[in-house]
């Protein structure tokens, strides 16, 4: 079992991380096209990360445009075991007031205009994610977040919306009818490529605005979410700092099965699956496509 190598994705507001050694930005090629920004290398609390800001250095990148599966893939490639995303979010329900941090575990995925799937035509590929975020991942958030005096809170759905736009107030109400915590436009498809690619994901979601439905609250807008983030940012800086060191003694696969998602996943016959697809799967899928059987 290879050692665990953390990938950060860093959302708005978030395109670096302080104290990093041995930093080298490092461009990755992926079949799946050009990841949002060159990868950075590096080791922190003496455990190896890979950071990669989600929109590009600068915000280049708007939510739609992003190519999830060339970051995700990058990643594997890089040889991460498990991914930090960081989010900035909107809150649906009183208690995720701004300032307050969700370790998402459950999404609504209402996106529509994006790549969602390694899997195709030439090798058809099904994965689980009724349980989409790893457990062992959010253990650890939740063993460090209140020690830093962070208002962290574990569980909540994350609406996933296509954007760029924010919501109108009739999408805020009925989102917050059935039952959402937080909305944002960026951790679907990631978290399912994630799963797909056999790599631990937990969304750390950063309340920045209520939305548009709060009528003590403005309705959310980039100058709102950019002020709120300056405090959240070197929150979630801290919150990395402290978790890098638990998440670098996991030993051995996590047990919820994250890491062997494709086990029996991949339903085309070996002998019609297409070779081109296949080779653009090596990283993802190479366990178990490469396996003897
Ligand atoms: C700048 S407000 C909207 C923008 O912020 C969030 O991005 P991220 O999830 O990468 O932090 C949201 O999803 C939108 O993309
Ligand atoms: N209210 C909101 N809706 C969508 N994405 C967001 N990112 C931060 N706040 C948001």
Same mark, same amino acid.
């Given at each position: ?27 990755v ?13 590096? #080791? ?30 990058a990643?594997k490639r890089s ?22 941090? !969700? ?50 809170? #574990? ?26 915590? !937080? ?13 797909? &690619? ?23 807008? !980039? ?9 959240? &940012? ?49 990283a ?7 396996? #003897?059987?």
């Amino acid at each position: 079992m290879a050692r665990p190598r953390i990938g950060i994705i860093g959302g708005s507001g978030l395109y670096q991380i302080d104290g990093l050694t041995d930093v080298e930005w490092r461009r990755v090629e992926s079949p799946y096209g050009a990841p949002s920004d060159e990868l950075c290398f590096g #080791r922190l609390e003496g455990v190896d990360v890979v950071f990669l800001p989600r929109h590009g250095r600068g915000h280049r990148i708007s939510p739609t445009e992003i190519n999830y599966r060339a970051n995700i893939d990058a990643l594997k490639r890089s040889g991460v075991t498990d991914i930090l995303s960081l989010s900035a979010v909107g809150g649906l329900q009183e208690r995720y007031a701004p300032g307050t941090f !969700v370790i998402v575990d459950q999404f609504i995925d209402r996106t529509f205009a994006r790549e969602k799937s390694f899997f195709g035509t030439g090798c058809v590929g099904h994965v689980s994610v009724a349980r989409p975020v790893c457990p062992r991942l959010g253990d650890a958030l939740m063993e460090v977040g209140p020690g830093l005096g962070i208002d962290i809170l #574990r569980g909540g759905t994350y609406m996933v919306m296509e954007g760029p736009q924010f919501s109108t107030f009739a999408e805020s109400e009925l989102y917050r009818s059935w039952g959402c915590a !937080v909305i944002g436009m960026t951790n679907m498809p990631e978290a399912k490529l994630a799963r797909e &690619a056999e790599i631990c994901y937990a969304s750390v979601a950063m309340v920045t605005d209520y939305d548009c439905w709060h009528q003590g609250h403005d309705d959310v807008s !980039v100058e709102m979410v950019v002020r709120v983030l300056m405090g959240n &940012a070197e929150k979630a800086k801290a919150l990395v700092k402290s978790v890098l060191p638990h998440l670098g003694g996991h030993e051995g696969p996590c047990h919820a099965g994250c890491q062997t998602a494709l086990e029996h996943a991949i339903m085309t016959a070996p002998e019609v699956r297409d070779p081109a697809v296949l080779a653009r799967l090596d990283a993802v899928a190479g366990r178990v496509l490469n396996r #003897r059987s």
